[in-house]
């Protein structure tokens, strides 16, 4: 089971430069999520999809863009990318309904921009 | 002040020993809880999954929900070195539409 998968694992971006990070899924999971992880600050809400073709803003989504065109996949999109910009991004996956648990994450894109 | 609050640590035990977790928050509408343990360099993974108040246990692992407090708890018995790592505790609210509002996370050290 490959479960939520995070492509790339690294990178270093320049400032202004643009990139995708990609997400996808094998759990047929209608949730999914964007999460950024900064040291000490747990984990913050980016974006987040209810289902293909929605989409909605989380806690923190100024410089970032996302589509949901398949149930499988959730790339979130950096334009003009900012030292600020500069954390682990986790995506993650759930079944709509509560009750069968938490999350799957993904192992995570380590970004730096410089 | 933070939704959810958690105190960062390092938390250093010896083997074998008890470690206690706990989170504070301040909404009262949070219905489910859970605790995520995170690998060094890895995505978070769920531990514990609970809804509403009470206790639940699985294996060396007790999670325990105090509504009326606003305090959440996770023990782990017979610690093992293994489970050096960082908790991070997580709620939602029914209305939530299954957002989850995550603690900063506590880094726990157990030495052999």
């Known amino acids: 089971n490959a479960g939520v998968t995070q492509t790339p694992k690294f990178r270093i971006l320049k400032i202004g430069q643009s990139m995708t990070l990609q997400c996808t899924q094998d759990m047929n999971h209608n949730y999914m999520y964007w999460y950024r992880q900064d040291p000490g600050m747990g984990l913050k809400l980016i974006y987040y999809?209810?289902?293909?073709?929605?989409?909605d803003k989380g806690e923190v989504p100024n410089g970032y863009n996302v589509s949901r065109s398949t149930t499988e996949d959730f790339p979130l999109r950096l334009e003009l990318a900012a030292p600020s910009q500069t954390s682990v991004y986790f995506c993650a996956s759930s079944q709509q309904d509560r009750g069968s648990g938490g999350y799957t994450f993904g192992s995570g894109t380590r970004l730096t921009v410089v | 002040q933070k939704e959810v609050e958690q105190d960062p640590g390092p938390l250093s035990v010896p083997e074998g020993a008890i470690v206690s977790l706990n989170c504070t928050y301040s909404n009262s509408a949070f219905q489910y809880f859970m605790w995520y343990r995170q690998y060094s360099r890895k995505g978070p993974e769920l531990l514990m999954y609970t809804y509403s108040s009470g206790n639940k246990e699985d294996g060396r692992f007790t999670a325990q929900v105090d509504k009326s407090s606003k305090y959440i708890s996770l023990f782990i018995r017979d610690s093992q070195p293994s489970d050096s790592a960082t908790y991070l505790c997580?709620?939602?609210?029914?209305?939530?539409?299954?957002?989850?509002?995550f603690g900063g996370g506590t880094r726990v050290l157990v030495k052999p």
């Open positions: 999809s209810v289902g293909a073709g929605i989409t």
């Open positions: 997580a709620m939602s609210a029914i209305a939530a539409g299954n957002k989850l509002t």
